[in-house]
């Protein structure tokens, strides 16, 4: 147990000094959802067709922005596992000593850390666009760590998916036609009671949907009654996504 957390820090590690060496990406990435909190946030708030409460729209949706930016980093995650089978690096990494499982669950934490960084870049931007955050830091804090859980979980989902895809470009296509549905079918930029029947229906089983509340209730409106039930789905999705990752990591070199 002690050596599955030794080797789980140490991606985690490299990661960061991956950040540190190149936030070029950070950066780039950041466009679209700043795109998201400053142009089409306050155009919706202007023709007022969504409810939203007493949250103003731009509020609202700022922590489906920043769970739709983490999300898209964590879906693409697996391209690198991809890249690192063709180049042979996987296959040097699974013949140490490292257990496979710790393996699949560090690489699914380093994107984890990517997304917090990833967040830490929009949220001043928010601030610049007029969203005010409930007033906590361990709020705040525990939000970031629901931001990491979640990201680490769709990471974990990622690997499960380049142990199927063959090549970049085909796991490049599927990855984006995960993402959107995820972000759309959630409750990032509408209430779920404003979703048809069936949208419903998929956003109840969404981890997205889950991940939103909850940051959603820790950052921006306070009301914190759902918590529990938001943290033990995130909980439960990482649970059953580190599992399959684990078990499925072995077909990537196959």
Known sequence: MIDFFRNGLAMMELEVRRIAHDRTELYTRAVQPILWLVIYGPIMAEVRAIDTGSIPYVAYITPGVLLQSTTFI??????????????????????????RSSIAVGRSMSAGI??????????????LVGVRFFPSVPNFVLAFILIFLSS??????????????????????IGQAITMPLFFASSALYPIALMPKAIQYFAV???????????????VSGALASLPEDIMAILLFDALTFCAASVMLRRIIE
């Open 152 to 173: 680490a979980g769709f990471a974990a989902l990622s690997v499960c998916l380049a142990s199927l895809m063959k090549t970049r470009e085909r796991f490049m296509g």
């Open 205 to 219: 089983i969404n981890p997205m949907s889950y991940s939103v509340d909850a940051v959603r209730a820790l950052m």
């Open 74 to 99: 964590s879906v693409f995650y697996g391209l690198n596992m991809v890249w690192e089978r063709e180049s042979g690096i996987l296959k040097k990494l699974l013949v140490t000593p490292a257990s």
């Open 114 to 127: 990517r997304a917090v960084f990833q967040a830490l870049v929009i949220i001043p931007v928010a601030l």
